[in-house]
């Protein structure tokens, strides 16, 4: 049996992104609940062409709760899954335990299966939120290990700041080209998140190695452990030719995604994170090697 929000005083709309006072209002809702501002997004492309939301919204025009899907085919164990991912999922603290947020992920749900996606992917720090719906969750693994020797590099890195009018260019033509990081677990477009998380962690470097025609969004802390987030590139370097076209010769890696086309191998490690990859669909399937997603994937 279906059951009823309470929505007395609110207005649902679905595919709401075209009206700038809906983007607005979903903009302030992630503020709000959850201090993430993906405001910056409209300068760099704007959100995913493909984004379906379903929202509540007041009479004063602010969304109480929202869930929003979008397409994000990503490569699981050698071939590519028509999946759907979910993200911007949250209820106001006034308009909570309303049924509000099980009205909203039911049809974003009913959307997602009526599209014809094979499996839906989402992040929760709430498991057990989705678990009625089916999602299970799926572990995760990054890969550390001792630096391989570097190899000689034909030009200096450049660092590429996204908000740049000729950099985004440059950003997007390469993301659209882009080949899966990894045959185990990685995404094969989703061009918006990769942009807006270049704003959202400011310890995230982006570097073009112009030889390459590679981008590396990587990180290195005081100790000097180098991590990599991200290769996007159609052609994906070796870690050696990554580190030696960044310039740098760090004695530990961490990789965040399977290193399988890194030439390179590292020693997996579970992922500590309250947050957990969540997937509806595709049987049992997992990964069938350890692997993550890519930070710069996370939505
Ligand atoms: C989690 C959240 C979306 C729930 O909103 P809500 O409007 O209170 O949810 P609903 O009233 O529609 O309840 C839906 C179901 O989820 C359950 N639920 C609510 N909060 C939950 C939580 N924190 N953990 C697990 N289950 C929860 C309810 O018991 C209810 O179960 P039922 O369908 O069996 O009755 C809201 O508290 C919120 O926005 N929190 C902060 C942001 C967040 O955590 N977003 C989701 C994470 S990806």
Redesign the pocket.
């Known amino acids: 049996m279906t059951?009823h929000?309470d929505s007395a005083g609110l207005t649902f709309r679905q595919d709401y992104f075209g009206d700038p006072a809906g983007w607005a209002a979903l903009v302030c809702l992630l503020n709000d609940?959850?201090g993430i501002d993906i405001g910056p997004l409209q300068q760099l492309g704007g959100p995913d062409p493909t984004s379906m939301p379903f929202g509540w919204f007041d009479a004063e025009g602010e969304l109480a709760?929202n869930i929003s899907a979008f397409a994000l085919p990503f490569v699981l164990n050698g071939r590519i899954v028509h999946a759907a991912g979910?993200?911007s999922?949250?209820?106001?603290?006034p308009?909570?335990?309303?049924?509000?947020?099980?009205?909203?992920?039911v049809k974003a749900l009913d959307w997602c299966d009526q599209q014809g996606f094979e499996a839906v992917i989402?992040?929760?720090?709430?498991p057990?939120?989705?678990e009625?719906y089916g999602f299970r969750a799926i572990p995760l693994h990054r890969y550390e290990g001792a630096a391989p020797a570097s190899s000689a590099s034909a030009a200096p890195p450049r660092a590429l700041l996204p908000t740049n009018a000729d950099d985004l260019a440059l950003l997007q033509s390469l993301l659209k080209a882009r080949s899966p990081v990894s045959t185990s677990l990685a995404v094969t477009v989703n061009a918006a998140m990769f942009l807006i998380n270049t704003q959202l962690d400011p310890d995230v470097r982006i570097s073009f190695l112009a030889d390459r025609q590679a981008v590396i969004a990587w990180k290195i802390d005081e100790a000097g452990r180098f991590s990599l987030l991200d290769v996007v590139a159609a052609e994906i370097p070796s870690l050696a030719a990554i580190l030696a076209g960044l310039e740098i010769t760090p004695a530990f890696v961490e990789v965040l995604f399977r290193p399988d086309r890194l030439g390179w191998e590292g020693v997996p490690k579970s992922l500590e994170s309250g947050t957990r990859l969540m997937l509806r669909g595709l049987g049992d399937a997992t990964p069938d090697f350890p692997a993550m997603l890519s930070p710069m994937a996370e939505f």
């Open positions: 059951r929000p609940i959850f709760a979910l993200q999922g949250a209820v106001r603290p308009w909570r335990s309303r049924g509000l947020y099980r009205d909203v992920t989402l992040y929760t720090d709430k057990s939120l989705y009625p």
